[in-house]
């Protein structure tokens, strides 16, 4: 098999009609982005450049995407990916994250809170993780990781990317 036979099985051109607007809650994110990104894992703040790029996968019953820091073609600190499939049963997504580089998985629920998305799950590490989609517009958005160890800790800000739309 070729790449690209398996691209074309992979790659959608969009929802099918019965789920289209199950899937607005992301479908707007659907194409290239650049990010400058804020690590603040460890309590000092790095600032890095990034792109990310989101489509329609599985049929369009699904959203994947691809985060990448920093831009290629520098060697990477981060390249992850995203699957998020909507479940009708529990009125939410579900959303799994996996960075093999860095060993890093995360496995949520998201769901529109107001104006934003927020995505409730936790790591590989065992901690908490809330990663927020905030400030969207049709060409930008805030996205703010958070981790606690337990219910009773405050949320605290690991990462931040500030996204800009490139082209669909």
Wanted: aromatic share 12%; charged share 25%.
């Amino acid at each position: 098999m070729t790449i690209s036979t398996f691209l074309a099985a992979l790659a959608s051109e969009g929802p099918p009609a019965d789920r289209a607007k199950d899937m607005d809650l992301y479908g707007w994110l659907i194409g290239s982005w650049d990010m400058e990104t804020d690590h603040h894992r460890d309590g000092t703040i790095q600032k890095w450049d990034g792109e990310c790029h989101f489509g329609w996968v599985l049929e369009g019953r699904a959203i994947q995407d691809i985060w990448i820091r920093p831009r290629r073609p520098a060697p990477s600190t981060m390249y992850g990916t995203t699957l998020r499939v909507f479940d009708p049963a529990i009125g939410g997504w579900h959303i799994i994250w996996s960075d093999p580089l860095n060993q890093d998985y995360s496995r949520q629920i998201g769901r529109a809170e107001g104006k934003d998305i927020v995505q409730i799950g936790d790591d590989s590490r065992g901690l908490q993780a809330r990663w927020r989609f905030t400030e969207i517009t049709a060409d930008s958005f805030h996205w703010i990781g958070d981790e606690r160890r337990a219910e009773s800790d405050p949320w605290r800000v690991t990462y931040e990317h500030f996204a800009r739309r490139t082209g669909f």
